[in-house]
């Protein structure tokens, strides 16, 4: 089982022993969201009929598919993307958008800012 709202230390043999890993250890620890079903419920939108894809090995994207097409839900340290593998109509991708936005801000009680980047 997964442990979301976390993420893991990182290696960094160089500096074991040392007070600057025990510090990026202790920063990194995670915070429990402020909306635990918003944050449960990021990689189900809302009011779309979608099918939760199989997780692929060594990776910690979500995967659905809406209407034929992926949907991978890419979470990072510093940056969370939703990308739509294929075409879908306009109004289909705001409010995957939208969704995925809400619940991110209402899991965190922080605004995030969205910008859709084309290929």
Known sequence: QKQYGTIPPPEMPELEGTDTLAEIHKEMKGVE????????????????????????ED???????????????????????LVIEGELALELIQKLKDDFKSKLERASGKPFDAKQVKP
Do not use: C, W
Request: no cysteine.
């Open 33 to 56: 969201p402020k909306d635990r079903e918003a944050y449960e419920r990021r990689h189900q939108p809302d009011g779309v009929d979608f099918k939760v894809l199989p997780e692929l």
């Open 59 to 81: 990776s910690l994207e979500v995967r659905i598919e809406v209407q034929g097409v992926l949907v991978r839900y890419d979470e990072n340290y510093d940056s969370v993307r």
